[in-house]
């Protein structure tokens, strides 16, 4: 048995990075398209920043797949397609009210985070375990973001 490098990742590793790849671009369309259909700035800008950290994310996942001779996927899950038009039906609705948007986002993060928790499980001990650490730190910091922020406007 030969030691994994981020050069030399095996299947298992390889299959889960895929799977966080379509989680962020996934996260990725859903923060720009709600960050178009809130009326309120400062949540609409927190999305934006979301959606490039996430569109980031996802790209450096893909360099290292492609570094070990695979094709990246480069398209999220029919699943989350399915939620982001369920969003903006929602969404137009409501008039694009900004508790029906926090709400589905935060449904979403727990999505991305649940995903990258399995995933860390799964590869223990994996070269990559530095980099899927890092990235699960800012996916959680900014599901906590979205947390808090769909909180404060419970309270409203």
């Known amino acids: 048995m030969s030691l994994e490098t981020k050069n030399t990742l095996n299947e298992n590793t390889l299959e889960k990075l895929q799977k966080l790849i379509r989680a962020n671009i996934d996260s990725y369309d859903g923060f720009r398209e709600s960050a178009e259909e809130l009326k309120d700035e400062r949540v609409a800008a927190l999305f934006r920043e979301l959606a490039a950290e996430r569109s980031a994310m996802a790209a450096e996942l893909q360099k290292h797949v492609e570094w070990n001779g695979k094709e990246a996927e480069d398209d999220g899950s029919v699943a989350a397609s399915v939620h982001r038009t369920w969003i903006n039906i929602r969404?137009?609705?409501?008039?694009?009210?900004?508790?029906?948007?926090?709400?589905?986002?935060?449904?979403?993060e727990d999505h991305i985070k649940n995903a990258y928790e399995e995933v860390l499980k799964e590869t223990s001990g994996s070269a990559m375990n530095d980099v899927l650490q890092s990235q699960y730190a800012s996916v959680k910091a900014g599901h906590d973001k979205v947390r808090d922020l769909r909180d404060a406007y419970k309270n409203k």
């Open 91 to 108: 969404s137009k609705l409501n008039g694009g009210d900004t508790q029906v948007i926090l709400n589905e986002a935060e449904r979403g």
